[in-house]
């Protein structure tokens, strides 16, 4: 049997796997977008979108309705329980997107979906990559689904299949790294919570860790670092950590839980983000803990990147070296975004009352130093990763 043909097949409709998608459709290049999944994730996962991911967003064609259903903050408080140590402002940044959206990533890629479909592109939904195999000129992969099995040839294979990426397997990269000892519960709420609707706070208590971050509709997302929990943590549990780590004056009830979650912790990099003819972004490339909310961002700028070199290749002839530049300027900014979500969950993990004093002292003397709160802002935007995200004009066209 003769196989299909395309130039791109990107295996896993994800978030960077839409966004790539989008990026090849703009551009009037073919590709075959499979998802294994037979419907989209509904789950709410990440739950903000930084400035820099919005820059690369916007030309995707989608930053004016994710604000539209995000919820628009402008700063980052770390709080001792009620007591604030440091508020890292967004609302200064050198960017036009100047805030934390606050968007669920299912309503994410709700709309990313939707504008690949405006553009005209689709997924083939219910089919797995089952096997890639490549060679000197591309890649055969094999694509199983409920209706028929498929032998594709591809110019390229993009790995946009998650942590367990069966691309990044197939194509012998390392992934290396560890899961680490914390456990952490997430839930999203519904409580009577009006000042806390302002910020994303960081409540750093002795029993561990506590994010509250207001969602659209009125939710809030919890995320707790906590020794155990369910699988799916219940509305009690989650109510005595807010007892037990939130504002000590003024308790607040959870009303109703939406959604709640329980996972492990993995830091690890791809040693490499590019094998011959197989590519890795998103998951697939590099896994952290949440704090900071960097991994889905980090994902779609690689998206938009990988985007612009592959147009190139594709749509333009430039020389396939060009995909040489994906990992030189992204594989680096992934291991500053290890670094960053690292030190920040070690730091809000810590438990021993001594460390923990030291690290609230260095938190109040990063208060008073502006250009201290200033990184951290340009850091957590993804701004000051702008130069790994590179001016693409400025490549062979
Ligand atoms: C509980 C939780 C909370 C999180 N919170 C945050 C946060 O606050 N901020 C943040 O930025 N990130 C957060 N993340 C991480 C974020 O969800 C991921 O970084 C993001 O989903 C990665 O997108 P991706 O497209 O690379 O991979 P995924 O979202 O994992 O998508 C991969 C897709 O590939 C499909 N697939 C896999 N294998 C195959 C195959 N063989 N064939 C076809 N399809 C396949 C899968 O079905 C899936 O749809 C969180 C994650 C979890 C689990």
């Known amino acids: 049997m003769k196989a299909e043909e395309t130039p791109i097949l990107i ?16 551009a009037g290049i073919p590709h075959l977008l499979i998802e294994r999944a037979t419907e989209r994730c509904a789950l709410s996962r990440a739950a903000v979108i930084h400035a820099h991911t919005l820059e ?5 064609g989608v930053t004016e309705d994710l604000e539209k259903h995000g ?60 096997g890639v195999n490549p060679d000197a000129s591309g890649v055969t992969a094999l694509i199983s689904s409920a209706e028929k099995h ?47 609707r302002r910020e994303v706070s960081l409540f750093l208590a002795e029993q561990g860790m ?22 799916l ?19 607040v009830r959870i009303e109703r839980m939406e959604w709640s979650s329980r996972f492990h912790i993995h830091h690890r990099l791809a040693e490499h983000y590019r094998a011959g003819r197989l590519l890795l972004m998103g998951d697939a490339a590099h896994v ?17 990147t990988l985007g612009q070199m592959l147009v190139r290749v594709i749509g333009n002839g430039a020389p396939d070296a060009i995909l040489d530049n994906y990992e030189a300027y992204r594989r680096p900014a992934a291991a500053k975004v290890l670094a960053l979500a690292g030190r920040l969950t070690k730091a809000a993990t810590l438990r021993s009352p001594v460390l923990r004093a030291v690290r609230n002292a260095a938190l109040l003397s ?32």
Request: charged share 20%; hydrophobic share 45%.
């Open 56 to 60: 690369a967003l916007d030309q995707l």
């Open 71 to 130: 919820l628009a903050l402008d700063r980052f408080t770390f709080r001792d329980r009620g007591r604030e140590l440091t508020r890292i402002e967004f609302g200064k940044l050198p960017s036009r997107f100047a805030r934390l959206l606050m968007i669920p990533q299912n309503i994410t890629e709700d709309i990313l979906e939707r504008r690949l479909v405006e553009l005209g592109g689709k997924i083939w939904r219910g089919a797995e990559l089952v």
């Open 288 to 304: 952290h803990s949440p704090a900071g909310g960097q991994g889905m961002n980090t994902g779609l700028v690689d998206a938009f």
């Open 366 to 397: 990063i208060g008073h130093t502006h250009h201290a709160r200033t990184m951290l802002a340009m850091n957590l935007s993804g701004i000051a990763r702008r130069r790994f995200a590179p001016d693409l004009h400025a490549l062979p066209l």
């Open 150 to 196: 498929v032998t594709v040839r591809a110019q390229y294979a993009i790995g946009a299949d998650g942590m367990h990426s069966l691309v990044r397997k197939a194509s012998g990269i390392k992934f290396d790294g560890a899961q680490l000892a914390e456990t952490f519960a997430l839930a999203d709420i519904v409580a009577d919570w009006p000042e806390q």
């Open 233 to 251: 943590p219940g509305l009690d549990f989650m109510q005595s950590i807010l007892n037990d780590r939130g504002p000590a004056t003024r308790p």
């Open 11 to 26: 295996a896993g409709a994800g978030p960077t796997g839409l966004a790539l998608a989008i990026v090849l459709q703009q």
């Open 210 to 231: 506590l994010v509250v971050a207001p969602l659209p509709d009125g939710k809030f997302r919890l995320v707790a670092a906590v020794d155990q929990a369910d699988d």
